[in-house]
T-cell receptor, first 111, second 113 residues
Framework: GEDVEQSLFLSVREGDSSVINCTYT??????LYWYKQEPGAGLQLLTY?????DMKQDQRLTVLLNKKDKHLSLRIADTQTGDSAIYFC???????????FGAGTRLFVKA | NAGVTQTPKFQVLKTGQSMTLQCAQD?????MSWYRQDPGMGLRLIHY???????DQGEVPNGYNVSRSTTEDFPLRLLSAAPSQTSVYFC????????????FGPGTRLTVL
């Protein structure tokens, strides 16, 4: 079945770049998403990329997609303590409601 | 707009009790979903609805019922609570268009003793 995998933890120093990686199995996925979850809150969409794109940049966020290897990454430039959260990679198709989520990567930012 | 609201925020149940988790959205979204979040497992889809009167099962539907009598509301019923249903439950809604994002509620933390 479909599966999304990502490492569970990442620790970086404030000001450094963070790179969170994800692999997925469903090559028919149309959209790849990155969601952010802060403590005690629901998930918030950070960004998404169409499967026919290689890269998307949005301010401090850069998403890279390698369709051949089914590998997705999220780079956060100049990481701040406010970026500490759980980041979920997800793949999906039309409507979004059958989105498959990874287990989430917990990002720790050290001051 | 309030977005997606969920009640209660916290709930403790005893094994065998039943209860309903409430979810409402005021964005006129057609699509609504219920997920559960367990440590190290990401979000798993329980049930979803593509419009009023239409529901379907997700990945982990056993022990849960849903109904969608209005566009706004999508309650999740636990028929006979079990400790394995201890989890954080999230409701989400979306317009349903291609690539449309889901909007998540703040979650309900449920503990079953």
């Amino acid at each position: 079945g479909e599966d999304v995998e990502q490492s569970l933890f990442l620790s970086v120093r404030e000001g450094d770049s963070s790179v969170i990686n994800c692999t997925y199995t469903d090559s028919s996925s149309t959209y790849l998403y990155w969601y952010k979850q802060e403590p005690g809150a629901g998930l918030q969409l950070l960004t998404y990329i169409f499967s026919n794109m290689d890269m998307k940049q949005d301010q401090r966020l850069t998403v890279l997609l390698n369709k051949k290897d089914k590998h997705l990454s999220l780079r956060i430039a100049d990481t701040q303590t406010g970026d500490s959260a759980i980041y979920f990679c997800a793949e999906g198709n039309t409507g979004g409601f059958k989105t498959i989520f990874g287990a989430g990567t917990r990002l720790f930012v050290k001051a | 707009n309030a977005g997606v609201t969920q009640t209660p925020k916290f709930q403790v149940l005893k094994t065998g009790q039943s209860m309903t988790l409430q979810c409402a959205q005021d964005m006129n979204h057609e699509y609504m979903s219920w997920y559960r979040q367990d440590p190290g497992m990401g979000l798993r889809l329980i049930h979803y609805s593509v419009g009023a009167g239409i529901t379907d099962q997700g990945e982990v539907p056993n022990g849960y019922n849903v109904s969608r009598s209005t566009t706004e509301d999508f309650p999740l019923r636990l028929l006979s609570a079990a400790p394995s249903q201890t989890s954080v439950y999230f409701c989400a809604s979306s317009r349903g268009g291609a690539g449309d994002t889901q909007y998540f509620g703040p979650g309900t933390r449920l503990t079953v003793l």
